[in-house]
């Protein structure tokens, strides 16, 4: 996570040429919306907030128009004139409350449309070729990607609308008032010594010598700012996973009676965004000084700028307020800067936050094309046959470590085969390997089609929504009839689950995790894969239930091709033969017993009939004192 930060951090705070790349990254998200498959509907409903904001532009313009006679008139005492003014002004507050809606509505769905493509997006990339898994191993990968693409893209995608919007509408509106400005400001004769000379359209120029004063003065006071929020956010992230991880642990923080320490940790990660809001709000004190005083003068400035000439007559009432208008309007436009920096800095950081995620992706995505990588071939060998395969095989660490240092074997299809090894010598991430989801290594893993294998991790995968779903994932739960899941979750055990396939349920905190276990051996009776890996799949169930998952393997799932990982005590009675992983100072070496252990069908039948025999007599050697 630090890595991440600092890579944020060092973004915000860089030179012209980082700051360059910065704004090139982030017309990439921009353009990929404006110019991909979205483009007609954002070009559409850009145009249309384009078109509302130049109306209501030209409602303020009428505005300041409305301004001077409405003022002309009080100064004349005309009460027929006063009281068509009023109702011109009720015609313009009308109009502009229907353009302002209507402007409201077009931008928010505007902002919308592109949230919702930026999201797809990145979620669409994340999930492909499991980059959400190895994003995991890349040193400096963006962190909290989930926090990422649901909330820093709201942020990124709004707030540049709105600026964008509210930028262009600063620039119409000082183009169409510094005119007016001009015009009404005349000329301003000053004495220098014996010399005179006129300042055409002064009010113009005192407008902007003051935002360009204002301006400067809130860059150096709120610089700082840019940065403040970028650590705001990647503290609140932080915060939010810890909340997140005591959530999904629950059960095992509430057994160890952890409680005291998770909240001293909580505390402690709460105690970060406590002292970077501390340093925001310091930085925002300091803005808010000069902003408040910049404001309230900005009040009386031009009226005060302007009164010599109304003083001498030179212009009237209405037109002296008509100036204190425009004026108004020239300074807010040019200090759209100062008024907008607060959030300029807080866009910056959520910004910052989904481009660091976009580059994240895209090395991950350099993985696909590294010179040393493991290559994975999918399908069958040149004569038909499908096989697990491989061919100087080596699996490193993404660091560069080496975890299997030579792998060299052949698996038929239909043969059971059980890998065993020590801890650490890298059996699980063989199985990556084989899946393809991790790159890191060297030589070649012949596998057979996608779609007929099926991997069972120790923990199964239980996704959101009801049981029917999650027996019959990744497939569509309308794939296969009741008879048949009912009939698979009878088999497994699961009997008493048939009445419940479609209660939505946190089915991963539901069930116990010998009952996911037997679940996801469920799942596999319903999709009947040619090959199956198993990982530790039966760690959390009893002897019995064990053998008969495994029983699955000799008698509806017999054609199918095994190959697990596992150290449990009668295992390798379910298998045909026996791969194993050796320790050694240059990576783990897979070996095969110098003569092969082969386990047939048969043999399988009666260890499983003996091993269930052997439990019964023990039971009944305990008697009743034997049951808890």
């Known amino acids: 996570m630090s890595e991440a930060g600092g890579t944020a951090v060092g973004a915000a705070d860089g030179d012209g040429g980082i700051q360059e790349g910065f704004v090139r990254r982030f017309w990439r998200l921009a353009r990929g919306y404006y110019t991909g498959d979205q483009k007609r509907t954002a070009w559409l409903l850009t145009a249309g907030v384009i078109g509302l904001t130049l109306v209501q532009i030209g409602i303020q313009v009428r505005f300041n128009l409305w301004n001077r006679d409405f003022f002309n008139a009080l100064e004349a005492r ?6 068509g003014q009023m109702g011109t002004f009720l015609l313009l507050t009308t109009g502009s409350m229907v353009v302002a809606v209507f402007q409201l509505y077009v931008r928010q769905l505007l902002q919308l449309r592109w949230r919702e493509w930026l999201v797809f997006r990145l979620q669409n990339r994340w999930l492909s070729h499991s980059r959400h ?13 989930d926090q990422r693409i649901s909330e820093n893209t709201r942020w990124a995608t709004a707030m540049a609308i709105d600026m964008a919007v509210g930028l262009f509408q600063s620039a119409v509106m000082l183009i169409s008032f510094v005119g007016i400005l001009w015009t009404l400001s005349g000329s ?12 055409p359209g002064y009010m113009v120029f005192a407008a902007l010598i003051y935002a360009v004063i204002g301006s400067v003065l809130t860059y150096f006071i709120g610089r700082p700012m840019v940065e403040i929020n970028i650590r705001r956010n990647e503290a609140e992230s932080d915060h939010r996973f810890a909340l997140i991880r005591i959530r999904e642990n629950s059960e095992g ?3 160890i009676r952890g409680e005291a320490d998770e909240d001293r940790g909580l505390r402690r990660s709460f105690g970060h965004v406590v002292n970077v809001m501390k340093d925001l709000m310091r930085t925002e004190r ?3 000084w000069l902003t408040s005083a910049y404001g309230m003068i900005a009040g009386v400035f031009p009226i005060l700028v302007a009164s010599p000439r109304y003083f001498a007559g030179a212009i009237t009432l209405g037109v002296l307020m008509q100036i204190g208008s425009a004026f108004g309007e020239v300074t807010r436009s040019l200090n759209w800067f100062v008024d907008n920096f607060p959030r300029l800095a807080d866009w910056r950081s ?16 350099m993985l696909e094309e590294a010179e040393s990588r493991i290559n994975v071939t999918e399908g069958p060998l040149p004569d038909g046959r499908e096989v697990l395969a491989f061919h100087d095989l080596q699996i490193g660490q993404a660091d560069g470590n080496v975890l299997v240092g030579e792998a060299n074997a052949e698996i038929e299809a239909g043969e059971k085969v059980l890998i065993v090894g020590e801890s650490g010598t890298g059996k699980s991430t063989l199985f990556r390997a084989i899946s393809g989801v ?13 779609d007929h294998m099926m991997f069972m991790p120790q923990r199964p995968y239980l996704p959101l929504g009801t049981l029917r779903a999650a027996i019959a994932y990744p497939a569509n739960p309308r794939k296969f009839p009741d008879a048949a899941v009912v009939g698979a979750l009878e088999r497994c055990g699961l009997a008493h689950l048939t009445g419940r396939l479609d209660e939505e349920e946190r089915w991963d905190r539901m069930l116990s995790l010998g009952e996911q276990q037997r679940l996801a051996f469920a799942r596999l009776l319903l999709h009947r894969p040619r090959w199956v890996f198993m990982d530790e799949a039966t760690a959390a169930l009893d002897e ?14 017999a054609g199918s091709a095994l190959i697990s990982i596992g150290h449990r005590p009668g295992l390798d009675l379910f298998h045909d033969r026996t791969l194993r992983l050796v320790r050694s100072p240059d990576g783990a070496k897979l070996t095969a017993p110098q003569t092969p252990r082969v386990v047939g069908p048969r043999r399988r039948r009666i260890a499983a009939a003996a091993g269930t025999a052997r439990r019964g007599v023990a039971r009944i050697l305990r008697g009743p004192s034997g049951r808890g």
């Open 78 to 83: 005309d009460r027929g004139a006063f009281f």
């Open 133 to 145: 898994y190895q994003m995991n191993f890349l040193p400096g990968s963006a962190d909290n990607p």
């Open 188 to 199: 301003l004769l000053v004495s220098f010594g014996s010399n005179e000379f006129e300042i």
């Open 253 to 255: 923080v509430a057994l």
């Open 286 to 288: 300091r803005l808010m």
């Open 350 to 365: 959520h910004l910052e936050r989904v481009v660091a995620l976009e580059d994240s992706l895209d090395t991950a995505d």
């Open 438 to 450: 991790w790159p890191w290594g060297s030589g070649e893993i012949r596998v057979p089609p996608r």
């Open 544 to 557: 019995a239930n064990q053998d008969a998952m495994m029983r699955l393997f000799t008698e509806e799932l």
